[in-house]
């Protein structure tokens, strides 16, 4: 099978990492991919929106199917485009629609779609700049701290938690006066929940899902959760609270809502969807009178980044043939393995992300590739082989190849993530990893997991 992999971050390079093991992975296209994913197939020099050069591409090489990694453009409507193509309307594109992808595109879709489909989330309600005085008398009803989203993508950047509410109302007036430009021209304001949170993903095929290993991702840029908001530093799977009764409530109260939920208001959804989960106190003041239960935070129509990347790892089940079943509404029919091994990842990123950065500088200290990147089809151990994988994988999030060396590219820059009996020792060799691996201004959070 012929496979083209859209995207160029850690998330695409871990997905890339994972197809690449597939017996039924042929050759494996990404686009635009990073200077890691070309280990794992051929980079193509294509951006993941162009669906025009996409689409053409697909018909010259004979792609047998797509694999959407980013979030742009599903929610730009890449999987309808090669539908509605007579040339791309037989390939398999896994990712959902673009009616689909408003679960992420659109907050106040989200958290109207659960309110109708009885799904556990916080209060709210949704603001544009002509009910700004509305908006901020909604603050007025809420207990600090206050929670802000912008209604479109920002790349993760979108929501703000505030401590107070003069801060609150400062912030509701920037982001409808175009903080975040049209991504904010609406602004849904939230209740806190207090609690800690973690990441589930299901893939679906429209009817069915599969639900795979489950993720705490860390998004503030300093240790004890201070600073601003990045993409994310790090993860962490398996998470100690998400016991398999806590995951069975997860399960009924919302996984198996939203795939009802979408198939009845005729939604065409094949693909992966997130749901940033909380697990919410309900007296966060009175510990001993507090009882916990997961609520959906937000909805996201693809895989997390940071948590492809412990995720992917722990997955034992061969990826293509989970997608195939997407493809053909057999999903039900697989079963779901996974590693028993602890999973976590340190992101590495450039000073001063997540504001201003300068790129372009040498990464000294990786790996070895052949040591990390088996080639396709080869990693099929004998049966006394328990564990083929190395303890550690590096995956790249914003590099690529200059003059023959690896430079930086981005904000984050590297993905290190480990194998461990246990949350512990993968940690621990995340972090000596982390430490060999040397560019100029590189930070990393020294507390991934250390909440749990």
């Known amino acids: 099978m012929k496979i083209l992999l859209l995207g160029s971050g850690g998330r695409e390079h871990a997905l890339a990492w994972k197809i690449a093991q597939s017996k039924k992975c042929e050759k494996l296209y990404i686009a635009p991919g990073n200077a890691g994913t070309g280990e794992c197939g051929e980079n193509v020099e294509m951006k993941a929106d162009d669906f025009e050069a996409i689409k053409a591409f697909c018909v010259e090489k004979a792609i047998d199917m797509v ?17 509605n193509d007579i040339r791309t309307q037989h390939i398999p594109v896994i990712g959902p629609s673009k009616k689909g992808a408003v679960l992420e595109g659109s907050k106040d879709f989200a958290k109207a779609f659960m309110m109708r489909h009885h799904i556990p989330t916080a209060r709210y309600e949704t603001f544009d700049g002509t009910r700004l005085q509305e908006g901020l008398a909604f603050l007025e009803t809420l207990q600090p701290p206050y929670v802000l989203k912008a ?41 806190f929940m207090s609690g800690i949170e973690c990441s589930v993903f299901v893939l679906t095929d429209g009817e069915h899902y599969q639900i795979l290993p489950e993720a705490k991702d860390y998004k503030r840029i300093g240790e004890g959760d201070t600073g601003l908001n990045t993409g994310g530093m790090g993860s962490v799977s398996p998470v100690p609270f998400a016991t398999k009764e806590w995951m069975q409530q997860v399960e009924e109260r919302i996984i ?197």
């Not at 730009?76 to 485009?81: C, T, V």
């Not at 722990?314 to 697989?334: C, H, S, W």
Request: hydrophobic fraction near 35%; proline fraction near 7%; charged fraction near 25%.
């Open 151 to 191: 209604d479109g993508l920002c790349a993760g950047k979108g929501v703000l938690i505030l401590p107070t509410l003069e801060e609150a109302k400062h912030e509701l007036k920037q982001m409808l006066g175009g903080m975040f430009g049209n991504a904010s021209s609406r602004v849904v304001i939230e209740e």
């Open 256 to 452: 198996r809502p939203t795939v009802e939920g979408l198939k009845e208001e005729g939604i065409d959804y094949k693909g992966f969807i997130f749901f940033g989960l909380i697990n919410a106190c309900s007296c966060p003041n009175k510990p001993k009178k507090a009882t916990y239960e997961p609520k959906v935070i937000e909805y996201n129509c693809r895989m997390g980044d940071p948590e492809t990347e412990t995720v992917m790892l722990r997955l034992k089940t061969d990826i293509v043939d989970l997608f195939e079943g997407v493809a053909n509404g057999t999903l039900d029919q697989y079963t779901i393995e996974f590693d028993d091994r602890a999973a976590v990842c340190v992101m590495l990123v450039s000073g001063g992300y997540p504001e201003e950065y300068i790129t372009g500088f040498p990464i000294k200290g990786l790996p070895s590739p052949n040591t990390q990147h088996p080639a396709p089809n080869t990693q099929h151990p004998a049966p006394n082989t328990q564990h083929p994988t190395p303890d550690t994988v590096i995956f790249h999030a914003g590099t690529k190849m200059k003059n023959d060396k690896v430079v930086t590219s981005g904000g984050r820059v590297l993905a290190v993530s480990s194998y461990g009996k246990d949350k512990s020792e993968a940690l621990q060799r995340s972090f000596d990893m982390a430490q060999q691996i040397d560019f100029q201004d590189k930070y990393f959070r020294r507390d991934i997991g250390a909440d749990l």
């Open 67 to 83: 694999v959407v990694g980013p979030e742009v453009p599903l929610v730009k409507g890449i999987y309808d485009d090669l539908k």
